[in-house]
């Protein structure tokens, strides 16, 4: 802006001051629109009615509160979400996304929601563990887009264990019931909560916590994702989140759905 010359400058300076309402109206949120794959309870899923239902679907709700907007959800599968995301198609993914380095280089991230391990599920008395070894030669479904998935096909493949992927989480659990997989894994409160807990999942256990895991594919915390032209809609997304937590909003919605501390950590197999 300095080698600008006088009158060109102010000539912007008139244009700004022109244009200054346009732009601040251009930046009023008053709706927010999350993109969602709803296969994934109790985060986010359909009722029977097809309403979106959830713990992320009641934190969106509260965030869209805070900030006196409108909430809308679209229904979006999780393998293409993130191009969905930077194609328009809604303002911000939320949908039990961690936040992992690779996606940092297509989205941004708000602080944290909650966090979860990787877990392996498994038939009662089948005694694999998420390791290589253990499931060598056996077939392990993982839903498509996920950190299990690429880390599957990053750690399991290539020492001979079969990763199937599937459109959405439910179907993973279909083939894992019919006997067409070994194991599944997915996120440990998911598992625990949509699946094992239900009486679907009564003859199923958990089969232990990943912890390898060197190339980081796993990623950190779980997140909301926003495009990266967007910092006003992430900054009130993250002054939001800020708010229900110090509110008490956070740990109401949480007790709807778990008995512990879903930010902090949580336990996978109890």
């Not at 290589?132 to 030669?137: E, Q, R």
């Not at 439910?170 to 894994?185: C, T």
Request: with cysteine.
């Amino acid at each position: 802006m300095k080698t600008i010359f006088r009158p060109a400058l102010a000539a912007l300076c008139v244009l700004g001051v022109a244009f200054a309402p346009v732009a601040a109206q251009a930046k009023k949120l008053t709706e927010i629109t999350f993109g969602v794959d709803p296969t994934y309870p109790p985060f986010e899923s359909l009722s029977p009615s097809g309403a979106f239902q959830g713990f992320d679907i009641d934190l969106g709700r509260a965030i869209c509160a805070q900030l006196a907007v409108k909430c809308k959800f679209v229904n979006q599968g999780f393998s293409g979400i993130i191009p969905a995301l930077q194609a328009r198609k809604f303002d911000a993914i939320l949908s039990s996304m961690t936040v992992t380095p690779e996606r940092a280089k297509a989205i941004a991230f708000s602080s944290e929601m909650y966090n979860e391990p990787t877990s392996l599920v498994e038939k009662k008395g089948a005694g694999l563990v998420p390791t290589a070894a253990s499931l060598k030669g056996k077939t392990v479904g993982v839903e498509a887009g996920t950190i299990q998935e690429t880390y599957a096909k990053t750690y399991w493949a290539p020492a001979g264990v079969k990763v199937v992927s599937y459109p959405g989480q439910d179907q993973v659990y279909a083939d894992l019931l019919s006997g067409r997989l070994d194991a599944s894994l997915q996120d440990s409160v998911e598992a625990d909560y949509g699946f094992l807990k239900t009486p679907k999942g009564a003859d199923y256990q958990f089969g232990g916590n990943v912890t390898y895991d060197p190339q980081d594919v796993l990623g950190s915390y779980i997140a909301i994702g926003v495009r990266k032209d967007e910092p006003h809609l992430l900054k009130k997304i993250n002054e939001a989140i800020a708010a229900i937590i110090a509110n008490g909003t956070y740990k109401k919605i949480e007790s709807k759905y778990f008995n512990f501390d879903v930010y902090a950590a949580t336990p996978a197999a109890k």
